[in-house]
């Protein structure tokens, strides 16, 4: 009986260390902070056997808590929702583990923005981004008449190459024509071609 005792004490003194000597989250931020939600991000050390997380959220100055806890999970995020705008916060981390809750982490504060504060920073990033797109397709405007007219120049030159290629080759040809023709125009008495010559001789007596 004694040693059935001490046995069931031991397991609780290990089920113990092991509890405490889970460490709490660290680095915990808050991303994606609007008028009426944020995200709460955090790590947790190498080696902790972590199986979940539990957030305590609680309104500065107001005891009234809410405690949000999920399990089976190694997701490192959690969104809050229905806060309330122009409002300060406080949150905690604890990792879960099989032996029991972490300590909590350091604390989290941070205020919610204006509702129009919210809708003008969307505003902003929807005409930056329709400012990218129209930036975006002019400069798609600008390649596509870039590469047209670099294709009809080359088109162009490759035109002209070819013409100036058949001239070339013509040139022997025609050459050979006129060599030809001034051969057959041409006689033994006369082999410059041309009209007959009357001897001088002969115009006097004329």
Known sequence: MERF???VLCCLGVSRVTADSLAAPVNVTIKALKANSAVVTWDIPEGDPVIGFAITQQKKDVRMLRFIQEVNTTTRSCALWDLEEETDYIVHVQSISMSGPSPLSEPLRFRTPKEAETQASK????????????TTQLRA???IIIVVVLIMWAGVIALFCRQYDIIKDNEPNNNKDKAKNSSECST???????????????????
């Open 5 to 7: 005792f001490l046995l």
């Open 141 to 143: 405007g600008e390649l």
């Open 188 to 206: 033994p008495e006369h082999p410059t071609g041309g009209l007959l010559r009357i001897p001088q001789e002969q115009q006097q007596q004329q």
């Open 123 to 134: 505003s902003k990033d929807e005409v930056t981004m329709e400012e990218v797109g129209q």
